[in-house]
C-alpha cells in the first residue's frame, strides 16, 4: 500500500516570503500521480497543483512549484512571495495511475502566514 | 475547474435517525465518486468508492450497513447514516473526476448528532 508522509505538522511564513512544504511517499508502482490541495478553514478542498510522475519537469502554478525528486520519493512545495490568503492547511495526495482515482493523504501541514 | 456540490452543507439530526448527505457534479457526469470522512485537525479517511449502476466498495473498517451509499446516476451519489449516534458526528466529503486524473472536491457537510 502506497502512504504519504508530510513530517511537518506546523509552518509559519512571513507575508512576501517563500516557503517550502515537505512530503515524501512509498510506493512501487511506476505510474501515478501527486497532488498538493489547499484546505483553508472554510475546510472547501483547493487544488493547488499536480505533478504527473512521468514528467521530469516541476509543476508550477504561479507562486506555487514543486520540487519533484522520483527517485528520492519526494514531492515538496514551494510558495513564493506568500500572502495571507495563503494561511490552511495543505495536503499531499498520491494517487495510482490507470482508471482508480482513490487519493491517499498525508497528515497535513497548517501553514501561519503572518502579516 | 470542475465544479462538485454537497448538500446540505450542515445538518444536526437525533441520536438513532437517518441522514442523507448528497454529493452532485454539476458539470460533469462522473461514473464513480468517492466519500471521505475528517475527523478535527486530522486528514481526510476514505470511506468508500460509490460506483454507478453498482455497489460502492467500503474501505477495511467501514460499516456497511451504518454507511448506505446509493450512486444512481452519474451526477448523484448518497451517503445516508443510518441510527446515527453522536461518535458519527464529523466532517463528511465526496469527491469526483470528470475526466483524467484530477480530483475535486465538494464543499463538505458538517453532521452533528445530539
Known amino acids: 500500500a502506497q502512504t504519504v508522509t508530510q513530517s511537518q505538522p506546523e509552518m509559519s511564513v512571513q507575508e512576501a516570503e517563500t516557503v517550502t512544504l515537505s512530503c515524501t511517499y512509498d510506493?512501487?508502482?511506476?505510474?501515478?500521480?501527486l497532488f498538493w490541495y489547499k484546505q483553508p478553514p472554510s475546510r472547501q478542498m483547493i487544488l493547488v497543483i499536480r505533478?504527473?510522475?512521468?514528467?521530469?519537469q516541476n509543476a508550477t502554478e504561479n507562486r506555487f512549484s514543486v520540487n519533484f525528486q522520483k527517485a528520492a520519493k519526494s514531492f515538496s512545495l514551494k510558495i513564493s512571495d506568500s500572502q495571507l490568503g495563503d494561511a490552511a492547511m495543505y495536503f499531499c495526495?498520491?494517487?495510482?495511475?490507470?482508471?482508480?482515482?482513490?487519493?491517499?493523504f498525508g497528515k497535513g501541514t497548517l501553514l501561519t502566514v503572518n502579516p | 475547474g470542475a465544479v462538485v456540490s454537497q448538500h446540505p452543507s450542515r445538518v444536526i439530526c437525533k441520536s438513532g435517525t437517518s441522514v442523507k448527505i448528497e454529493c452532485r457534479s454539476l458539470d460533469f457526469q462522473a461514473t464513480t465518486m468517492f466519500w471521505y470522512r475528517q475527523f478535527p485537525k486530522q486528514s481526510l479517511m476514505l470511506m468508500a468508492t460509490s460506483n454507478e449502476g453498482s455497489k460502492a466498495t467500503y474501505e477495511q473498517g467501514v460499516e456497511k450497513d451504518k454507511f448506505l451509499i446509493n450512486h444512481a446516476s452519474l451526477t448523484l451519489s448518497t451517503l445516508t447514516v443510518t441510527s446515527a449516534h453522536p461518535e458519527d458526528s464529523s466532517f463528511y466529503i465526496c469527491s469526483a473526476s470528470p475526466a483524467g486524473n484530477t480530483i475535486y472536491f465538494g464543499e463538505g457537510s458538517w453532521l452533528t448528532v445530539v
Open positions: 495526495a498520491y494517487q495510482s495511475g490507470g482508471s482508480n482515482y482513490k487519493l491517499t
Open positions: 505533478q504527473e510522475a512521468y514528467k521530469q
Open positions: 510506493t512501487s508502482e511506476s505510474d501515478y500521480y
